[in-house]
């Protein structure tokens, strides 16, 4: 199991960005993803959880609004997008992989990405 | 908003056991897991639903759950063992809304 994520990007406040996380070595639409933020220097914060099969997205009330989640089950990639970044978006963002499969109630976080750097700054 | 509750550090020498809490009212119903963080590394799943070892961590890792409160237990930590833990679990609204405790600073010295 493994899922890759896309580079590191800067961008300025107000530009749009899609970030992305290739999943391979499983059955990609059968599990939960879930998305992770880690601001500079601080803790894990839960963005929200998605079903690939389905595109059935739950967001954490924290991020509902300002981010979209999606995939792209064909090619076995999630996404992780913004309309209008703020400087505050900036940090690390991991997708992970929920254990058990799709529909039963998402498990822990078994597999994770190698975190993709967002940097926004004018 | 729903809240995990963990101490901010747990310092022990090497070879004691170090044990990191974690509360939250919908504990009693809904799993635990851990995830260990080294400085500049993604986190890694060290327990899931509160007490099973994902195979290739060590036996020292072990998990249990009381209650309104989950802990991570580190029989005769070593000093890799140093690191950030977190622990997570979802919310009781039937959405499974997901939430990460504020984190542990493990310092083994």
């Known amino acids: ?122 | 908003s729903y809240e995990l509750t963990q101490p901010p550090s747990v310092s022990v020498s090497p070879g004691q056991t170090a044990r990191i809490t974690c509360s939250g009212d919908a504990l009693p119903k809904k799993y635990a897991s851990w995830y260990q963080q080294k400085s500049g590394q993604a986190p890694v799943l060290v327990i899931s639903e509160d007490s099973k070892r994902p195979s290739g961590i060590p036996e020292r890792f072990s998990g249990s759950s009381s209650g309104t409160m989950a802990t991570l237990i580190i029989s005769g930590a070593q000093v890799e063992d140093e690191a950030d833990y977190y622990c997570y679990s979802t919310d009781s609204s039937g959405y499974h809304r997901g939430v990460f405790g504020g984190g542990t600073k493990l310092t083994v010295l």
């Open chain 1, 1 to 122: 199991v493994q899922l890759v994520q896309s580079r590191a990007e800067v961008k300025k406040p107000g530009e749009s960005l899609r970030i992305s996380c290739k999943g391979s070595g499983y059955n990609f639409p059968t599990y939960w993803i879930t998305w992770v933020r880690q601001m500079p220097g601080k803790g894990l914060e839960w963005m929200g959880r998605l079903d690939p099969s389905h595109s059935y997205t739950i967001y954490s009330p924290s991020f509902q609004g300002h981010v979209t989640i999606s995939a792209d089950k064909s090619i076995s990639t999630a996404y992780l997008q913004w309309s209008s970044l703020k400087a505050s978006d900036t940090g690390i963002y991991y997708c992970a992989r929920h254990e058990g499969v799709v529909p039963s109630p998402p498990g822990g976080l078994d597999s994770w990405g190698q975190g993709t750097l967002v940097t926004v700054s004018s």
